[in-house]
């Protein structure tokens, strides 16, 4: 407010020198004109003369102190709202990361980043230049009008005729411009969904020769987006010429109205010259209403949005006990499970216990239920009924960070970051630790293919992940959850990308690095199950079976029936 309010003070002070610097012209030329004036011509021209350059001095001196508070204004205010921004991209980024895998099931990934990027944008734009605009306007009438009001009331009162016209009509036509905008934003929220996903199933389009297909679609979305663009130009063609109006019709009454009083004898030149000043001053920032206005509504439903993700509570938090290092013995007791948001159950009354050390295996048909067990330990969910305890102890009387840090965890759905393979191992490093990347890929049976690669372990695996294969990405999550060597270990489906032999020979390098280890192995692979401590068969949402390879042979069971099965499609 200091900074606004002298920036404007040696603003409003500009034009007053105007004005006496056309009236000294005007009184000099006057006196000198006049039939009884004994004035010689060169004594005016130098009085003139010393006149001007003082107040042009003057002019520029309060041109310059003018300068230098705008800018001290705008480095504080704009600043401040870059720092706001920044905090708030913050805040949200991080809420996001304690918020459940729920939340992302109900939310898409373009919100999520649309209300970072833009709703926390157009927040900045109101604590920032919208605000900045207001207090400028606020200050500036106030001294304005006040000075054109010690000049002369009428003229005052026909020179702010316009004024509120051109705010309303600006105000009008920005309304129209951002509704257009943001038909604008969704059009191009679309096309590029679109081409994302183009670009992402090239293969599938490829394979299905449906190029042509795509292109029209493609092309029918680009039509829209040019029909909504060329609608906001043929709003956004009347603005300039709008502004323009209004300035001209307001100076055209100064001028005609400020002309009447100078020969009524009421105002001098001088004076009009000032009132002209004075409207252009105005002119824009009352405009701005309009902008500032808009800015506003915008910034408000932004700052709603925004809060309606701030406020969203993480429907998992963790406990308060100190978690020692994991022994590793798992249980579950009558645990059940629904997923909240498809109503489906995926588990029944589970109970089963894994000894520290022991490697289990977990098979069942598709959609038994397996996964979810390996998603309620991380507690990614807590179920509807039961216990899951980690060492005797309950997982919610953990802290979150310090449950997930003493379990490595291979997801189904291999997720690798577009970094080099070396970075995507070391990700599963915890805290400042150190350890080399090519142990832990030999041990997941990648390493001789990593040499292969042109750069090693610096190449770029591309989005997703997407320059390597299937069998590859699968195995470098292997790595990754290696070295972070945690006391407990799950591999969801983990090796459905490479062949039985290739398994057997990671198994294989698996064992001595497991040999201290609880390990919960999920597959759908029958082969090579006899070399694990215990197998839990799942069927129909709950555990069927458990036992050893032989136990389970002996009983003749969904076991034995699955193993017959695989027999028969190997032959």
């Keep these: 407010m200091v900074f606004i309010t002298l920036s404007?003070?040696?603003g409003v002070l500009s034009p007053q020198v105007i004005r006496n610097a056309i009236d000294l012209v005007v009184r000099n030329l006057e006196a000198y004109n006049a039939a009884d004036s004994t004035v010689p011509e060169a004594e005016m021209r130098e009085a003139i003369r010393k006149g001007l350059v003082y107040f042009a001095v003057t002019f520029l001196a309060l041109a310059v102190l003018k300068g230098l508070f705008m800018f001290l204004m705008r480095q504080t205010i704009i600043i401040m709202s870059?720092?706001?921004?920044y905090d708030q991209k913050n805040e949200l980024y991080a809420h996001y990361q304690r918020l459940t895998p729920a939340f992302y099931k109900r939310n898409n990934t373009g919100d999520l980043m649309?209300?970072?990027?833009?709703?926390?944008?157009r927040v900045r734009q109101y604590v920032g230049p919208a605000v900045m605009y207001f207090l400028n306007l606020l200050v500036l009438f106030v001294l304005v009008i006040g000075s054109m009001l010690k000049v002369n009331v009428t003229l005052t009162l026909y020179v702010l005729l316009p004024l509120p016209v051109s705010s309303l009509s600006i105000y009008y036509v920005n309304n129209l411009i951002e509704k257009r905008s943001e038909r604008i934003q969704r059009q191009l929220s679309h096309l590029t969904s679109t081409a994302q996903e183009t670009f992402s199933g090239i293969r599938v389009i490829k394979a299905y020769a449906q190029e042509q297909a795509t292109e029209a679609h493609f092309e029918a979305a680009c039509e829209e987006y040019k029909q909504r663009s060329l609608d906001l130009a043929r709003v956004d063609a009347l603005f300039q010429p709008l502004m323009v109006l209004l300035i001209g019709l307001s100076t055209l009454l100064t001028i005609f109205v400020g002309g009447w009083e100078v020969m009524k004898g009421q105002l001098s030149a001088g004076n009009v010259a000032e009132f002209v000043i004075y409207v252009n001053m105005l002119t824009w920032p009352v405009a701005s209403l309009g902008w500032v206005a808009s800015i506003v509504q915008r910034a408000a439903v932004s700052q709603r949005r925004i809060n309606e993700f701030l406020q969203t509570q993480p429907e998992i938090t963790g406990g308060a006990i100190v978690a020692p290092v994991f022994e590793g013995k798992i249980s579950m007791e009558g645990v059940s499970f629904t997923y909240p948001d498809t109503g489906v159950q995926a588990l029944r009354d589970v109970s089963f216990t894994v000894m520290p050390g022991e490697k289990v295996a977990l098979i069942g048909r598709t959609g038994a239920g397996k996964s979810t067990i390996a998603e309620l330990l991380l507690r990614f969910y807590d179920p509807d009924s039961g216990s899951i305890c980690v060492d005797d102890v309950p997982i919610q009387d953990y802290p979150l960070e310090a449950l997930r840090e003493q379990i490595s965890y291979v997801p189904q759905d291999v997720f690798l970051f577009g970094d080099s393979v070396r970075?995507?191992?070391a990700f599963g490093l915890v805290g400042n630790a150190e350890k080399s990347p090519e142990t832990y890929a030999a041990m997941a049976h990648i390493h001789r293919e990593i040499t292969d690669f042109p750069k090693q372990y610096d190449t770029l695996v591309g989005e997703r992940g997407v320059?390597?294969?299937?069998?590859?990405?699968?195995?470098?999550?292997?790595?990754?959850?290696?070295?972070?060597?945690?006391?407990?270990?799950?591999?969801?489906?983990?090796?459905?990308?490479?062949?039985a032999d290739t398994e057997q020979q990671i198994l294989g390098q698996m064992r001595q690095y497991l040999k201290d280890r609880t390990a919960l192995i999920i597959t759908h692979r029958i082969s090579g199950l006899m070399h694990y401590d215990k197998i839990l068969v799942m069927d129909n949402n709950t555990i069927a079976e458990s036992g050893t390879h032989?136990?389970?042979?002996?009983?003749?069971?969904?076991y034995a029936e699955l193993l017959e099965t695989a027999a028969k499609d190997d032959r």
């Design 8 to 10: 404007n003070i040696f």
């Design 550 to 558: 032989e136990e389970l042979l002996l009983k003749g069971g969904i």
């Design 114 to 121: 649309s209300r970072v990027a833009e709703d926390v944008g």
């Design 423 to 425: 970075n995507n191992i």
């Design 467 to 499: 320059t390597l294969s299937g069998g590859q990405k699968q195995r470098i999550s292997i790595a990754r959850a290696f070295i972070k060597e945690a006391p407990v270990i799950i591999l969801d489906d983990c090796l459905s990308a490479v062949d």
């Design 82 to 85: 870059r720092h706001v921004e």
